[in-house]
């Protein structure tokens, strides 16, 4: 499985960015994948996560109400729509992917996606 993330941009708080993660050689409907990001100085965390049938989603509790994630099986992407956006947003966003929601680890990354909020 290759991941490739995009999307990443310098906006200004309370703008709204959009996060893609095209996937190849598995279909993103097989997988359960989440979005993490990493701060300067900071661990890399968790954002959201949307297990293989869709049916449970994730969200950091920093997150909720202004980040949503989806995939479209057709074009085999995921997706962080990412709303009211606000400086300590920026990070490093990369998107991943693990064979069950229950793995504890993911096995698949893609490369990063600078996302930079300015007040």
């Known amino acids: 499985v290759q991941l490739q993330a995009s999307g990443g941009g310098l906006v200004q708080a309370g703008d709204s960015l959009r996060l893609s993660c095209a996937a190849s050689g598995r279909a993103v409907s097989s997988l359960a994948m989440g979005w993490f990001r990493q701060a300067p100085g900071k661990e890399r965390d968790i954002v959201a996560a949307?297990?293989?049938?869709?049916?449970?989603?994730y969200f950091a509790d920093s997150v909720k109400g202004r980040f949503t994630i989806s995939r479209d099986s057709a074009a085999n992407m995921l997706y962080l729509q990412m709303n009211s956006l606000k400086p300590e947003d920026t990070a490093v966003y990369y998107c991943?992917?693990?064979?069950?929601?229950?793995?504890?680890?993911?096995?698949?990354w893609g490369q990063g996606t600078q996302v930079t909020v300015s007040s």
């Open positions: 991943a992917a693990k064979l069950t929601y229950s793995a504890s680890d993911y096995a698949y």
């Open positions: 949307i297990s293989t049938s869709a049916g449970s989603t």
